[in-house]
C-alpha cells in the first residue's frame, strides 16, 4: 500500500500541510487534493439542512422571546397612555366644573346686587329623605343670621323659602312642593293671583284666577311682594299653558319654574322685606345717634 500524507484543505480549497510522501507525483497529488475538495462540498451540502433544522428550535426560541417582550412592553404603554388619558379627561371635566361654578358664581352675585344688601350666599348640600315632600338643605343657619320664612332663590328665578332652621343648616320647601304657594302677579298686566306647586320641579298651577283674566302663553310670573315675604318683582316662571272651559269659572294655567330647581350650586337667602326696613331704619337710628 501506499500510505499517503494527510491533506487538509481550508475553505478556500488551499493545501495547508505538505505531503509526507514526496516521492509522490505531483499530479496524483493534486487529484487527490481535488477529490477531498469536492467530498467536503458534498458533505457540507447534505449537513447544512441537518444544521439548518437542528438550529431551528433555537431560532424559534428566541423570535418568540423578542415577541413576547415586545408584546408585553406595547401592554405597559398602553396602560400607561390609558392612564394617562384618564388624568387628562380628569381634569378636563374639572375645568368645565370649574368654568360652570364661576359662571354660576357671577350670576348669582348679580343678582345679588339688585337684591337686598343683606342677602346671604348659601349652598345647596342636601335632599330631605322624604319622597312626598319638595325641599333642600343649605349649609346656612342660626349662626349664619337665617331665620324660618327667610326667601331663597337663585340667578334665575324664586326657589322657596326656609321653613326650619338649625345652628348650622337651614330646611327650605321648595314652590314646587304641594302646599307651597306664592302671592304673584302677571309681568306684562300687573294682574294678581296665587301660583302653587304641585310636587313637579317643571309644573306650577295658577290658582283660581277668573276666566275673564287677560293671561297668554309666554307672560312672565314674578312675586307681587304681598304677604311681606319674597321681594317684589322676582321671577317665578313663565305661563306655559292657558285653558278655559265653560264647566269652570276659572282658568286652567300651568307656569313652568325659573330656578333650576333640580340643580344642586348656590343660591341666595333674603331675608322679609318687612324685616330689611326695620334693619335699615335701625341703622338710620344708630347713625344719627352717633352724630349727636
Not at 401592554?75 to 360652570?100: C, F, P, S, T
Not at 342660626?142 to 343648616?169: F, M, W
Not at 320647601?173 to 304641594?178: A, E, G, N, Q
Amino acid at each position: 500500500m501506499i500510505s499517503l500524507g494527510l491533506i487538509w484543505v481550508d475553505g478556500s480549497g488551499a493545501k495547508t500541510s505538505k505531503s509526507s510522501t514526496p516521492w509522490l507525483p505531483a499530479t496524483m497529488e493534486n487529484s487527490v487534493a481535488s477529490s477531498l475538495q469536492r467530498l467536503r462540498s458534498a458533505m457540507l451540502l447534505l449537513t447544512g439542512p441537518v444544521y439548518f433544522f437542528a438550529q431551528s428550535p433555537y431560532a424559534v426560541s428566541g423570535t418568540v422571546s423578542d415577541i413576547t417582550a415586545d408584546r408585553q412592553f406595547l401592554l405597559q404603554q398602553r396602560d400607561q397612555l390609558n392612564a394617562q388619558l384618564l388624568e387628562m379627561k380628569e381634569g378636563q371635566l374639572r375645568v368645565h366644573y370649574l368654568q360652570a361654578e364661576n359662571t354660576r358664581l357671577r350670576q348669582l352675585l348679580g343678582s345679588k346686587a339688585q337684591l337686598p344688601s343683606q342677602a346671604i350666599i348659601a349652598e345647596i348640600i342636601g335632599v330631605p329623605p322624604d319622597p312626598q315632600r319638595a325641599a333642600v338643605i343649605l349649609d346656612k343657619g342660626e349662626v349664619d343670621g337665617i331665620a324660618p320664612g327667610y326667601a331663597v332663590v337663585d340667578a334665575l328665578g324664586l326657589i322657596g323659602q326656609v321653613t326650619e332652621v338649625s345652628s348650622n343648616i337651614s330646611w327650605v320647601l321648595l314652590i314646587s312642593d304641594r302646599n307651597h304657594a306664592i302671592p304673584a302677579r302677571i309681568n306684562r298686566t300687573g294682574v294678581r293671583m296665587i301660583v302653587g306647586g304641585i310636587g313637579s320641579p317643571d309644573r306650577l298651577v295658577v290658582e283660581d284666577l277668573p276666566v275673564s283674566t287677560d293671561l297668554r302663553e309666554g307672560d312672565l310670573i314674578e312675586t307681587s311682594g304681598l304677604g311681606g315675604r319674597f321681594p317684589v318683582g322676582y321671577p317665578v316662571g313663565l305661563v306655559s299653558s292657558v285653558e278655559s272651559t265653560q264647566a269652570s269659572p276659572y282658568l286652567q294655567a300651568a307656569v313652568t319654574p325659573s330656578a333650576a330647581l333640580l340643580k344642586v350650586g348656590h343660591v341666595l337667602i333674603i331675608p322679609p322685606p318687612l324685616e330689611e326696613k326695620a334693619s335699615a331704619v335701625e341703622q338710620s337710628a344708630d347713625a344719627n345717634e352717633g352724630e349727636s
